[in-house]
């Protein structure tokens, strides 16, 4: 007895080949579909199987491949049954068929069926028979189906989009080329399958949802965002469903290059210098790259998918960036927003805006150039909007000190010019001054007016003797000098002349190198700028002068543009008096600029000051917290001697051979993310395990978990100055979570230990920055060795 299969999708053959079969004695086994047969084909092997050529679903030359390609099927004997086998002579051979047999006339077919139950057939002719086909006579509208038939499949065939139908199981029933490839699967090898069976968790639950959706609202429905099947990206379109719900159809769009070429841009992007972040058409961040988080200190996880959120920026309320006023093309909105003539075209890209503003980042303003333009494809659809920004604070600063050089370059080339023709003018008025006073009697009444006269000529002269100073500076003949010596002098003299209620403190390092200087100059300096002090302390106060030796790293030079790497002698001069507001600080060391009453002062001690120490190849800097009313303070950088600066510098390089860690973990904690680099690249070379964190609650939160899982952090380096949390605080905190918790400050204040916050003092050292690698090497060696050597509980 024989196992028959028979597939066809009209119930009178099945039920015809039923009772042939059952009545030859064989066993019957009936699928009306390709599905319905692949499903028994899994619990059955037929011995013959007779099927139908055309059925919807898997048709009968798909089915017959599917069987050749089953090596359990090897032996089984395969016969077509073809209604159109007078039209269309079947290629037997490609399907792998043994025999066909053109349904016709049910008597006729049965004498066919029967004789190949019996084996009664030449079952290895060549090419195959086709049995009953010369009783049938050919159809012309079966030709004309039947061609419009091959005109379809030809197009299916070629089509770039991936074509698969689907039952209403969501088996695959049919699939195209194109669809085969994208899904990385064989045509014979998807027909049957479950198609989500096919796919990752992600991209399955994307087409259950697309194609519930098409059921529901019995329309086209495409998926949002492509598919990822494979190492493909796919776009997905679903056709609308029958009627019945039985079935329905996904159209493929292979977007793989497209998304490579995205992906390629966004890289190159992410991995510019340049700060960039991009929204689409909903004004949702498709980018941020890394320069970005540098900028601004917030990461792109924190803003993708999300509205650009001007908070970063700005403080107040939410308002639209430039990209989101450039997407939706609203230029009255940018006018209102940012001033008329602030944002102007791009002189080469016509349709990109820019301009230049202050923006608070990190708690800081930064002076940033932006520009922003719309991304469009190829035939002009708007994609989204791209902004650029350049972090221009380092450049406005040089361009300031530039103008300022100039302004004194133009002062001194001034004086040099003027000073010989008034001095001229100043001896005449002068010497004809003293010659009348030989020629009147004594006690006469004019002898008081040649008096002052003189004396105006004398202050005239003086005067000119300044201004010339500026022409001069570099001719001045520069010998070895301790600052120490300059220093201490003229501080004993400001406490024999100034008020007793101004008290003058000194604090200076021992042991500085020599610096080369003009030593008369040097008194200058400090004199001018205690001077400048002196008049910020109306009610009294102190003027503090401290010295030190300090070293200027690449790191700082490179946001102070003005300054070169090497070592230092520095002063400072700070005062606790009246401050001063923005905008005199700007012009401090303009000539002849004074906040004094006329005449209380020239105007020209602060700029003799700043002309002399850059005649030192020095630098100077002025600084006055805000608010106004917390003192100012002025810092003098003045390299020391040559020939000591390269014995410092051998000094320094042993110093650097400092005894390594033993993998001791500290935790850096700064807003500044090039210290944070320089300082764990320093540390992490030396063996310390080092993390950073760019805010004190970031810091906090890692200290916990540092605690928590049993690998504490021996060392905290603390940066005092901070937004949001600052170090005090920081320090208050920690000190609750761990009370044994060991934390170095650094600042960039010169202030002593005592006017620190009673939380700083219980840090175990301050560090002035910029501060020497030996200083931080050592002072963390000592700390890390300190806690060593106490019992942790």
Known sequence: MKTVLVVDNQPLILKFMEELIDKQGHRPVLASSGLEALEALQKVKPDLVFLDLVMPNIDGQKLCRILRSDPRLRETKVVILSAIASEEAPNLDSLGAN???????????????????????????????????????????????LATRRHLELILEHMSEGILEL?????????????????????????????????????????????????????????????????????AECLPFRANGSGGMLILSDVTPIHRTAELVEHTLDKAPLPAFMIDTQHRVTLWNRAMEVLTGVSRDKVLGKPADSSIFYPGPLRPLLLDLVLDMDLEAVEQLYGPGAISTHPVFPEALEGTGTFLLRGKPRSLHFLAARI???EGGLLGAIETLEDITEREELQKHLQHAQKMQAVGTLAAGMAHEFNNILAAIQGYAQLMGFNIPQGDANENYLREIEASCQRAAGLIRKMLAFSRMDQSEKLPVKLNQVVEGVAQMLRQTLPPKIQIILDLQSGLPFISGEYAQLEQVVLNLCLNAKDALPEG????????????????CRSHPWARPGHY???????????????????????????????????LGLTIAYSIVKSHKGYILAESPAPCGRGSSFTVFLPVLQEQEMALQQEQEEKQKAPKGRGERILLVDDE???????????ASLNYRVDTASEGREGLAMYAKGLQEGDPYLLVILDMAMPVMDGSQFLSHI????????????????????????????????????????LLLKTVRDALDEVLDEPRV
């Open 376 to 378: 469009t494809d190829s």
């Open 735 to 774: 000190l609750e979570i761990d009370p044994k918790a060991k934390v170095l400050v650094s600042t960039g204040a010169a202030l002593p230990r005592e006017n620190l916050g009673m939380e700083l003092q219980r840090s175990v050292g301050v560090m002035e920055k910029p501060f020497e690698l030996e």
């Open 99 to 145: 025999l066909c047999i053109a349904k016709g006339p049910l008597p006729e077919m049965s004498l066919h069926v029967q004789a190949v139950l019996e084996d009664r057939v030449p079952w290895n002719s060549h090419p195959p028979l086709v049995l009953g086909a010369e009783t049938i006579h050919p159809r012309e509208i079966t030709k004309e189906l």
């Open 569 to 603: 002698v520095k002063l400072q001069v700070q005062d606790n008096g009246l401050g001063m507001e923005p905008e005199v600080l700007d012009r401090i060391f303009e000539p002849f600029f004074t906040t004094k009453e006329p005449g209380r002062g020239t105007g």
């Open 167 to 235: 039952s209403g199981e969501g088996k695959i029933v049919f699939a195209n080329p194109s669809a085969a490839r994208m899904v990385g699967v064989s045509e014979l090898n998807l027909l049957g399958k479950n198609l989500l069976d096919l796919m990752g968790k992600e991209a399955a639950d994307k087409v259950q949802r697309l194609l519930e959706e098409g059921l529901l609202k019995k329309q086209p429905v495409r998926a949002a965002g492509p598919l990822r099947i494979g190492n493909r990206k796919l776009e």
């Open 673 to 683: 993310p090039q210290l944070l680099d320089i300082g764990k690249k320093m540390l």
């Open 541 to 556: 106060g102190e003027i503090r002068l401290c010295t030190s030796l300090c070293f200027l790293e690449e790191s700082f």
